[in-house]
């Protein structure tokens, strides 16, 4: 199963600072199957990006993915106050699907 | 809206058995798949497997492959979980959650249900 690798475990910044969360896989990735997920504490993740850069709608632009093969990475270009939370990568081209174990976001 | 809506929490015996219910609404139940995800206490996400609400069709993680079960109900649009032989490992926030196919990303989530195992 391929196993993705996310780093930092915890990412500490301030309101308005940039937020670039990074996430590895243990081999390449079939057609980019990659998403991103929020997670607030007792809520249910939220999808922000899936196919490696394609965002959902309803995401504000400040939320962008990139990447290809084994390397990914979140972009939050500008920190907002509800953006503090714990982000997970999802690879949905092989099975397993298989989840990272997470970056959490706190405010600096 | 897409709602799915899940049912409460448990409290089990190791050995014992869970079966967890998500009722959905606003969408053709038949169209897409209902996939599981679990989240131990202070732990990330895990797969559990998936569903196809159209035929029944079932993929499981390897983990799970002996205690898992998942089955709907299109009459009601409801589609179920259950796990067996429950142990304390097992105590974790349980969701459901809508996917286009066996593997695709997951846009709608219940609101998730705590089963606890504890003797």
């Known amino acids: 199963e391929i196993v993705l690798t996310q780093s930092p475990g915890t990412l500490s910044l301030s309101p308005g600072e940039r937020a670039t969360l990074s996430c590895r896989a243990s081999?390449?990735?079939?057609?980019?199957?990659l998403a991103w997920y929020q997670q607030n504490p007792g809520q249910a993740p939220r999808l922000l990006i899936y196919?490696?850069?394609r965002r959902v709608t309803g995401i504000p632009d400040r939320f962008s993915g990139s990447g290809s093969g084994t390397d990914f990475t979140l972009t939050i270009s500008s920190l907002e106050p509800e953006d503090f939370a714990v982000y997970h990568c999802?690879?949905?081209?092989?099975?397993?699907?298989?989840f990272g174990g997470g970056t959490k976001v706190e405010v600096k | 809206q897409v709602q799915l809506v899940q049912s409460g929490g448990e409290v089990k015996q190791p050995g014992a058995s869970v079966k967890v219910s998500c009722k959905a609404s606003?969408?053709?139940?038949?169209?897409?798949?209902i996939h599981w995800v679990r989240q131990g206490p202070g732990q990330g996400l895990e797969y559990m497997g998936w569903?196809?609400?159209?035929?029944?069709?079932?993929s499981f993680a390897q983990k799970f492959q002996g205690s898992l079960t998942m089955t709907t109900d299109t009459s009601t649009s409801t589609a179920f979980m259950e796990l067996r032989s429950l142990t304390s490992d097992d105590t974790a926030v349980y969701y459901c959650?809508?996917?286009?196919?066996?593997?695709?990303?997951?846009?709608?989530w219940g609101q998730g249900t705590l089963i606890t195992v504890s003797s």
């Open positions: 999802q690879q949905y081209g092989s099975s397993p699907v298989t």
């Open positions: 081999q390449s990735i079939t057609s980019n199957s």
């Open positions: 569903i196809s609400a159209y035929n029944g069709h079932t």
């Open positions: 959650a809508r996917g286009i196919a066996w593997l695709s990303s997951l846009e709608y």
């Open positions: 606003g969408y053709n139940f038949g169209s897409y798949g």
């Open positions: 196919g490696a850069s």
